[in-house]
């Protein structure tokens, strides 16, 4: 079938560990795998313009790898239906969808290898379609669009082998949801209870949890020294960290038309960079008389093929150096976001500049509003 995936509610996930795909069961909820969001309690969720909402995950079953998540904002998005009792069978037609490797939505198209394979006494849906990280937490559909299965992995030492956690399953971890009245929960493993705290037996069946390390579910890490100055310095700039998101010691975000990203370049070099302008074919000597001004310090523009690219390196003694030194730093960063936000729109109508491919939809509606 051609499956028309842009009006799906199917979105992309963001923490600060990685990225992965979750779909809507209702307009607040959405369902995503267990490792996608373990060790966070809220995340970041996509929307088809860039924009993001704040999702808390209420809901988790390590052993099945599945969560729930509750989102600030109802999104668009066709609701999915899980098949609760697929009719699959070997070479049956299957479409995953998601979010491969941070790529725009997208979907791959496979046959059921085996509709009942296990693995540790659980059953999953084999298929030869393929997966690639970014698509866990994403539906598998048949021909009739409906979930017939969550994509939960795939075999690293294995081409063509994926696996997805079976519709029965999915749906009876929705059903137990419906009756949820905590805020959070993590399921035992043994008898799919709900526990609302970290604690060594599940007080419905007994089970030792020793192994399970609920604190990591239940008890949020410290945070990492690089995080924290991070996300320091955005909540001070007025940017909500958890929104921005994109991984392990990076992050992303627009501010005004500006994309601004984050990241650890190396061990000795915290990285800020805004892809601003494409060049053009006139004022280029104004433009780089521009560019090349040392009036701009400490910021500093490069040419990325041609791309105008405004930087801040942060060495990382002053990142773990004394925390008084935080305060200029925070607000250094701060001004970096404020001067992206302004540099792209001054080089446009200045200097005869394109909106870069990251900025140009944001560029154009800002216009508009004009």
Known sequence: MALEIEKLGVFQVFTGGGTGTGFLIEPKLLLTNCHVVSGYRTVAVEQRDKRRIVGNV???????????????????????SVEREAALEVKSQIHIVGFPIGLPLCVTEGVVSNPSQTFDGLSYVQTDAAINPGNSGGPMLNEQKRVVAVTTCKISSADMVGFGIPGTAVAEFIDGFRDQKAAFGVMCPSCDGLLESSTRYCDSCGTDLEGLELEAYFEPEEQHPIVAFVENALTKASVDPILARHGELNWSFHHGSAPIKIWCCCSEHLCFSSPLAQ????????LFRFLL????????FDLAENVVRLNLTVHMSDVFGHAASHENLSRRIGEFINA??????MLIDKYACAPAPETQVTFLKEQSER
Do not use: M, W, Y
């Open 58 to 80: 209420r809901r988790l079953h390590p052993k099945r790898d599945l969560a729930i998540v509750e989102l600030s904002t109802p999104l668009d998005g066709e609701i999915l």
């Open 279 to 286: 060049t053009g074919k006139q004022k280029l000597g104004e």
């Open 293 to 300: 001004s040392a009036e701009h310090a400490p910021f500093s």
């Open 340 to 345: 992206a936000d302004a540099f792209d729109n």
